[in-house]
C-alpha cells in the first residue's frame, strides 16, 4: 500500500474498498452531508448492508436530503482511518 494515502485520489480510496461490505469490513465510518441545508447524518452501514446488498456501491451516488421540506441531495464522505481526512465518495 501506498505509503502516501493523504495524497490518495478518491478513485483509489474506491478501489480498497468498492463496496459497502467492504467499506464495513475495513472499518470507515461514512455520513452524509446535504450540498442545500448542510444536515450531516451518520450512514448505518450495518442496515444498508442488509436493505441493500453487500455490494451495493455508495460511490458516485446521492440520496435526497431527509430534512423536512429541503431540496437538497446528499453527498457521501468516507473517513477512512490512513487518510488525512475525509474522502469525498464521488
Known amino acids: 500500500m501506498n505509503p502516501r494515502h493523504g495524497r490518495w485520489s478518491p ?3 474506491r478501489a480498497v474498498a468498492p463496496d ?3 467499506i464495513r469490513r475495513e472499518g470507515w465510518p461514512v ?3 446535504c450540498r442545500v441545508c448542510g ?5 448505518d452501514l450495518a442496515r444498508l448492508e442488509r436493505t441493500r446488498g453487500p455490494g451495493f456501491v455508495l460511490w458516485g ?4 436530503c431527509r430534512r ?4 437538497g441531495k446528499v453527498v457521501f464522505m468516507a ?3 490512513r487518510a488525512e ?3 469525498p465518495m464521488l
Not at 39 to 43: D, E, T
Not at 61 to 64: H, I, K, L, N
Not at 68 to 71: A, K, R, V
Open 11 to 13: 478513485a483509489q480510496w
Open 20 to 22: 459497502v461490505a467492504a
Open 31 to 33: 455520513h452524509a452531508i
Open 39 to 43: 444536515l450531516q447524518m451518520k450512514v
Open 61 to 64: 451516488r446521492t440520496s435526497d
Open 68 to 71: 423536512l421540506h429541503c431540496p
Open 79 to 81: 473517513r477512512p482511518p
Open 85 to 87: 481526512g475525509e474522502v
